[in-house]
């Protein structure tokens, strides 16, 4: 287990963290009640959040939504890297949402989001993401740059098309 991440929303304390086993890679959720002084003696495993197909994921709390947001990188350490989003509605399943691209450091990798106290986003927010990157020379491993890269959440609710910006189909 590794990466962990935790988001607060009305006393329940969500933790988020990689898992890896002879089954695959997940990112799994457990919870915890977050008005108790001793929180962590109330941890409950829950479930397979989802296939981790990402490096690890950054959870933040929409609050104008009330949903959960996931960013991950994808496909890290090459020139087809990007970020990857899940949405979630409940905290606990997530599900696959959009892949961006376009303005993202090739090679990137452990990204993070700024956020609130809680975990929490508010839509006004200014965001920004941060993670590393390379120029992909193997020759170079571990010499990496971090970027901070200001973002603008939106909501959009129209139909998803293959030829949507950012979208790879």
Known sequence: AGEVCFVEVEGTLYIYYTWS????????????DAGRRDWPATIQGRTVACQKLFDQADIVYVEEEKKFLGFGTYQRFSDHSGIQLLESEDGIHFEYSTFVSDKIAKFCHNMGVSKGENGHVCMKDTMYIGYGYSAGDKKVWGQWATRLQKIQLSVYDGDICKDDQGDRG
């Open 21 to 32: 086993s002879k089954n695959g890679e997940f990112m799994m959720v457990s919870t915890a």
